[in-house]
T-cell receptor
Framework: QQQVKQSPQSLIVQKGGISIINCAYE??????FPWYQQFPGKGPALLIA?????SEKKEGRFTISFNKSAKQFSLHIMDSQPGDSATYFC????????????FGTGTRLKVLA | NAGVTQTPKFRVLKTGQSMTLLCAQD?????MYWYRQDPGMGLRLIHY???????AKGEVPDGYNVSRLKKQNFLLGLESAAPSQTSVYFC????????????????FGPGTRLTVL
């Protein structure tokens, strides 16, 4: 119930291509879904987040697509660049109370120049 | 404004030794968290605090203790280190936004890489 399943574990994309990372959850009480980006040797940093009252959120080249009925959400990186090479984590939480996150297991993205 | 800082950056311990990891934040955040990051397992919550003087267990609390004596500091202790505690430890903090907002971003520190031999 508390798990967030993330796939794929690793992803290689050509420069200019689209990177897609998927996550699925079980707990219908989750109502806040952030994506974090982590570069080697650094802490994760918030990339983009969504609440389930919308089906899509776009910020620049990054888009979250959210399917409430399927309990799935995904991150799309358009026009992927070598600088996007990092590990991406999805997460879910309940946006009240303790604000604890449940993280996915991460996707290591490599964008080839 | 340093954000979230962690001390030390690296540490090597022998089995059975003890140590304390220090996390400090200068953003006046109420909530603070300790995670461990292991390959293929993502970030798992060890303990967290919703305010000065309060602490609570996360997903993987065994073998760890925490204290939040001051609002800006959150300490993680290992009383008797084990090789299974070899990991990268991250501290994070957040300011809980009002209901319906997206203001519950967690800000992470740079991490502490701990090796237990």
């Amino acid at each position: 119930q508390q798990q967030v399943k993330q796939s794929p574990q690793s992803l290689i994309v050509q420069k200019g291509g689209i990177s897609i990372i998927n996550c699925a959850y079980e707990n219908t009480a989750f109502d806040y879904f952030p994506w974090y980006q982590q570069f080697p040797g650094k802490g994760p940093a918030l990339l983009i987040a969504i609440r389930p009252d919308v089906s899509e959120k776009k910020e620049g080249r990054f888009t979250i697509s959210f399917n409430k009925s399927a309990k799935q959400f995904s991150l799309h990186i358009m026009d992927s660049q070598p600088g996007d090479s990092a590990t991406y984590f999805c997460a879910a939480s309940i946006a009240s109370g303790t604000y604890k996150y449940i993280f996915g297991t991460g996707t290591r993205l490599k964008v080839l120049a | 404004n340093a954000g979230v800082t962690q001390t030390p950056k690296f540490r090597v311990l022998k089995t059975g030794q003890s140590m304390t990891l220090l996390c400090a934040q200068d953003m006046n955040h109420e909530y603070m968290y300790w995670y461990r990051q292991d390959p293929g397992m993502g970030l798992r919550l060890i303990h967290y605090s919703v305010g000065e003087g309060t602490t609570a267990k996360g997903e993987v609390p065994d073998g760890y203790n925490v204290s939040r004596l001051k609002k800006q500091n959150f300490l993680l202790g290992l009383e008797s280190a084990a090789p299974s505690q070899t990991s990268v430890y991250f501290c994070a903090s957040s300011y809980p936004g009002p209901g319906g907002s997206l203001r519950n971003e967690q800000f992470f520190g740079p991490g502490t890489r701990l090796t237990v031999l």
